[in-house]
């Protein structure tokens, strides 16, 4: 077991993950917010926009990112354990489940109603950051194979949303949410599986497989910068930002209630080592910006979901290490 602070990678007999600082963790998660920082700046200066924006945002979703599940997973030894493939989909469905319906409850109790934003808030505060923010900070306690897991378990989450999230939101019918899973990500991810298990990926033509490594490190930092870039577009009007009502339910419930619920499942549920660690991180993240996305697609209410994605994001800089330093030392992983 490692993780990479200044000097480099440790290994767990010099100092124990669960013993690092909050200090240490908070460098670990600082980085990840800094190139989403650039991101807002290149969108303000103009850098990055109109078409070049849906562009980018198009390479990063449906090239760069499926490269980068294919990588991590398909030589991934972890996952030809049957635990490490079939419950880590199932937590990340039934946890994202459990947040829309507590989201649902806590939206009607400050009085939202449809029309209002009562079901963008369910959505919202739903579904964590389970992506460009969770796999460098897994890769940073515990190396870089320990994302594979995530992406497995983020296939739950991505089911979720586009049928539970879907269908809360718009109340579209189980054929359309379900239409939505065909996702070069998807495709990525289960050929990966089958590769990974049937022993093929030694043999892949390594022209292949350079190539894929090529696109597959641009995803991370490009999806950041451009999670950036998506987030600058709402501070033209920053009066409409915050919301005390909106937001401090959302932080309350995202990053004090809902964590506790998926630190007490991770310590008790019968699941090996990788995904407890997985289910460590996402129950520090903040609101993932696809929420966000989502409303406006579907006719929710957008600035709901802005107002909750900023205000959880702003203090999860803060909050992250303190839920990564409590879980370590409680879950002992």
Not at 54 to 73: A, K
Not at 169 to 196: D, H, I, Q, T, Y
Not at 234 to 248: E, I, M, S
Request: charged content about 10%.
């Amino acid at each position: 077991m490692c993780w990479r602070l200044a000097g480099g990678w440790a290994d767990e007999s010099d100092l124990g993950v669960s013993m690092m600082s909050y200090w240490q963790l908070l460098m670990l998660v600082l980085p990840v917010f800094a190139v989403i920082a650039i991101g807002v700046v290149v969108r303000r200066v103009h850098w990055v926009e109109g078409e070049a924006e849906t562009s980018l945002m198009r390479l990063v979703v449906n090239v760069c990112s499926p490269c980068f599940v294919f990588e991590s997973v398909a030589s991934n030894e972890a996952l030809r354990v049957p635990e490490n493939l079939l419950l880590p989909p199932l937590v990340g469905f039934v946890m994202t489940v459990v947040g829309i319906r507590a989201g649902l409850l806590v939206a009607q109790w400050i009085g939202l109603q449809v029309g209002t934003g009562m079901r963008t808030f369910a959505l919202a505060v739903g579904v964590t950051n389970y992506g460009y923010l969770p796999l460098p900070i897994m890769a940073g306690l515990w190396g870089p194979e320990s994302r594979g897991v995530l992406l497995v378990h983020n296939l739950g989450v991505e089911i979720a949303i586009w049928t539970v999230g879907v269908l809360v939101l718009s109340g579209l019918s189980f054929r359309e949410g379900w239409r939505k899973l065909v996702s070069p990500m998807l495709l990525a991810l289960a050929l990966a599986v089958a590769c990974n298990l049937g022993g093929v990926t030694p043999w892949l033509p390594p022209l292949l497989m350079d190539t894929i490594h090529t696109l597959a490190v641009c995803a991370i930092p490009l999806g950041l910068i451009m999670t950036g870039v998506n987030l600058a577009n709402y501070l033209n009007t920053p009066g409409g930002l915050f919301d005390a009502k909106v937001t401090g339910a959302a932080i309350a419930l995202r990053l004090g209630v809902l964590p506790v619920v998926m630190l007490v499942a991770a310590k008790y549920l019968p699941c090996s080592i990788e995904l407890k660690r997985v289910m460590l991180v996402q129950a520090a993240m903040p609101v993932a910006l696809v929420s966000i996305i989502i409303a406006r697609i579907y006719g929710g209410h957008p600035r709901t979901a802005v107002q909750i994605v900023l205000g959880t994001t702003a203090l999860g800089v803060f909050v992250i290490p303190l839920w990564l330093r409590a879980g370590l030392a409680w879950i002992g992983v």
